[in-house]
């Protein structure tokens, strides 16, 4: 899935499922990386939580 | 940015695991450059949220970051103000603090508990700290008690009524004296003989503003001393006519002390009594300036119309602060409706004296406008045309508040292509809010001069002009980056879902050395743009 497309289902208030979410990265793209954070906000599996957690502790400013 | 949407995400789910990395986050915060502000808040409410324990995250948060303008500002912010004895610790230890941001919030929250548990707030102050914390935050402590206001009165005085120290004396009675209240009366009698000077000299100051005559002498002492001449003026002012014969006295008197005599000029005034006139009138032709200038200032406060003409004259003092003060004078009692249009005609004249100095044409020249109304465009746009460049921005700035008469002539200039009027006048249209300015402004996007089209970007965005949204678009592709910069900031306050697509795909053709400011300008339009987009398909939804 490509960003245009993410933000295309974000707009229309579809949410991903979890395995999705996993599968996409946007490592050049803080946008990219705030609507993954925002779908997993709402999602209630403990996964969520934990790639979260990663995505707040990683150094790199572009990543987490 | 992604990080503190990590952040804000898990503080919305409240997961203790978060709390730790979060605070880690937050102390590493400022090395991070790409944050801002907002930014830094989100991470702090998240590693709150997240914590077992809000009132005390905070606390410890503030008691970290209390010298940290930022973090120390924000939670200070966030702290709930219900009469906590932990929250009014952490914030009086907060009015300590390095940062001035910090010591004015926890100021201005100390004053909110002030108004809603005053008891608490002066039992923390006074019961549970010791004389020297008292003394080392008296200024501080006065400022939070003053505008806490009237409600903590009560407690004021119970403490100082039963074993407060000196120090705290010194602290209550100013506080009590700002305030004002005639619940006081009875501690100042009690205290008018004090060893301690300044709480002596405050509770004279009290009775006198409670027209207690018993006390003139001891008042009249205190003039001269470096008090504050507002605190002395309104002593003086509580006993009325009996004192004005003793204060012209004083000021004719051979031995009195220079600063006693203006101390007395600037009381004078105060009184607004007609005896006081005379006397004042006389202190305009002392040979100390300082004494003019106070006596000038006096006038002004009279409001009395035979003060005018000779402030007049002295718009031709030979010393440049005497002639300031005379400009504000004359404002002060045309404002007051005497000689309103006499005062006028000398304060255009002073303005559009090209021999004056430019303070003083730059004082008459922000008064005016509040003075006259549409009758002074001609005069203002004289001086305009000058382009003195040391007044032009008043000037300018004053051709706006004269009004629509005002603002049309701005748009005038702004078109008329000559410079650097031109250029001048559109920079100021550029702040003003005004509807007969939205196109000239908007029409600046295709100006020639690079500077011009930025401020036209500039100007969409803060008015949220959005019948300009497909001009902003089109100024996407301007050669200059400064403007694009602004054209993208711009559009993150007005753009459409459109605009939304259109920025996501400028990111792929970011180029030259401006590229990472660029691409965070981008960044948060887009971001912007999808908060508000977002909201208003949530609105659609729920009303459907």
């Not at chain 2, 450059?33 to 503030?62: C, F, K, R």
Request: proline share 5%; glycine share 6%; hydrophobic share 40%.
């Amino acid at each position: 899935m490509d960003i245009e497309t993410l933000l295309h289902t974000c707009l229309a208030h579809q949410k991903l499922s979890m395995d999705t979410l996993r599968s996409l990265t946007f490592p050049d793209d803080p946008f990219g990386r705030y609507l993954i954070n925002q779908q997993l906000e709402q999602i209630h599996d403990p996964r969520a939580i934990d790639l979260l957690l990663v995505r707040l502790t990683d150094d790199d400013p572009g990543v987490a | 940015m992604s990080p503190s949407s990590a952040a804000h995400a898990l503080g919305v789910l409240r997961e203790p695991r978060a709390h730790e990395p979060l605070l880690d986050l937050l102390a590493s915060s400022h090395e991070r450059a790409y944050y801002q502000q907002i930014e830094i808040g989100v991470v702090a409410d998240g590693v709150v949220y997240t914590g077992a324990d809000p009132i005390a995250t905070l606390l410890s948060l503030l008691h970290t970051y209390t010298d940290d303008s930022v973090i120390g500002g924000h939670v200070i912010n966030q702290l709930p103000l219900h009469g906590d004895n932990q929250v009014i610790d952490g914030l009086l230890e907060a009015i300590g603090s390095e940062s001035d941001h910090s010591t004015e919030s926890a100021t201005r929250r100390l004053a909110e508990v002030g108004r809603s548990a005053p008891e608490a707030l002066v039992s923390r102050i006074f019961a549970h700290h010791s004389p020297e914390w008292l003394d080392d935050l008296e200024h501080s402590l006065k400022e939070v008690l003053r505008t806490a206001g009237p409600n903590v009165v009560p407690s004021l005085i119970a403490t100082a009524q039963s074993s407060a120290s000196e120090s705290a004396l010194r602290v209550i009675l100013p506080a009590l004296y700002a305030i004002g209240n005639v619940r006081a009366v009875p501690l100042y009698e009690r205290l008018r003989t004090h060893r301690d000077r300044l709480v002596r000299a405050y509770a004279i100051f009290g009775l006198a503003a409670a027209g207690d005559h018993r006390v003139l002498d001891d008042l009249l002492q205190e003039a001269g001393q470096g008090w504050n001449e507002y605190e002395l003026g309104r002593a003086c002012a509580g006993l009325g006519s009996a004192i004005l014969p003793r204060l012209i006295r004083l000021l004719e008197s051979s031995t009195a002390s220079e600063q006693q005599r203006e101390d007395v000029v600037s009381v004078l005034g105060m009184l607004r009594d007609p005896d006081a006139v005379p006397p004042l009138i006389a202190a305009l032709s002392t040979e100390t300036s300082s004494m003019r200038r106070r006596a000038v200032r006096a006038l002004g406060e009279t409001r009395d119309p035979r003060a005018v003409s000779p402030l007049i004259r002295c718009l031709k003092d030979d010393q440049e602060h005497v002639r300031q003060w005379g400009v504000v004078a004359l404002y002060d009692l045309a404002r007051h409706q005497v000689a309103k249009d006499e005062v006028v005609n000398a304060l255009v004249e002073v303005m559009t004296n090209t021999q004056e100095t430019p303070h003083v044409r730059e004082q008459a020249a922000l008064l005016l406008p509040s003075l006259g109304g549409e009758d002074l465009v001609p005069a203002f746009q004289e001086v305009f045309e000058d382009q003195d460049p040391n007044i032009s921005v008043i000037i300018s700035g004053g051709l706006e508040r004269l009004g629509p008469r005002g603002v049309a002539a701005l748009v005038q200039y702004a078109q008329s292509g000559q410079e650097p009027l031109q250029t001048s006048a559109f920079e100021r249209l550029c702040f003003v809010r005004d509807p007969v300015a939205e196109q000239a402004v908007i029409d600046g996007l295709d100006a020639a001069s690079p500077s011009r089209r930025k401020h036209a970007a500039m100007a969409i965005g803060r008015w949220h002009l959005e019948q300009a949204r497909e001009q902003l678009m089109a100024a996407l592709d301007d050669p200059d980056e400064a403007v694009q910069l602004e054209v993208i900031r711009s559009l993150g306050i007005i753009g459409d879902e459109r605009s939304l697509f259109r920025l996501m795909a400028l990111r792929g053709e970011q180029r030259g050395p401006t590229t990472e400011t660029k691409a965070h300008a981008v960044n948060r339009a887009v971001i912007a743009i999808y908060r508000r987009v977002s909201s208003s398909h949530s609105d659609a939804d729920s009303g459907a």
